[in-house]
């Protein structure tokens, strides 16, 4: 269900042709950087989060990288609480190990951070633990808003 949410999005936007399938996991940063042939830099992974008024919302970011709490703090005036492995599919509409921005629940808020600019292409994951998608960090942007850039990786 989660593959086929993304799926829509994706051949709403007109961008369908970007799935990979792997017969490998890409369940984790590193099995689908070993399984699509690229850096752990180059996935971008969506984190969830609790917002300052309980939403929920995913941020997505370069794959070696890791969240600074004082940023998140100074961006969003809240602490950064990741949401419970249980709320992720309830709250986000994607399971763990194929979380997307491709496809979330309407009301989650989606932003991206400023790692992603370090490379030109980047693979989100597409809504399984054997899916990713090929995108330029221009073409997130674009789907997502520059106004949803944001800094709060180290």
Request: overall charge negative; glycine content about 8%; charged content about 30%.
């Amino acid at each position: 269900m989660s593959t086929e949410r993304a799926l829509v999005y994706l051949r709403d936007k007109g961008y369908e042709d970007r799935v990979i399938t792997s017969d490998e996991s890409t369940g984790t940063v590193a099995e689908a950087a070993a399984a699509l042939g690229v850096t752990e830099g180059e996935i971008a992974k969506s984190l969830t989060f609790r917002g300052k008024d309980g939403e929920a919302m995913l941020i997505v970011v370069a794959g070696d990288r890791r969240i600074d709490n004082s940023k998140f703090k100074a961006t969003f005036h809240t602490k950064a609480k990741m949401l419970k492995p249980d709320e992720v599919a309830e709250e986000i509409g994607h399971e763990i190990g194929g979380v997307t921005p491709f496809g979330a629940k309407e009301d989650v808020v989606i932003y991206l951070d400023e790692s992603l600019n370090a490379y030109d292409i980047v693979y989100p994951a597409c809504g399984s633990s054997n899916t990713a998608a090929k995108f330029s960090v221009e073409e997130l942007r674009e789907l997502f808003g520059e106004d949803h850039m944001v800094d709060v990786t180290k």
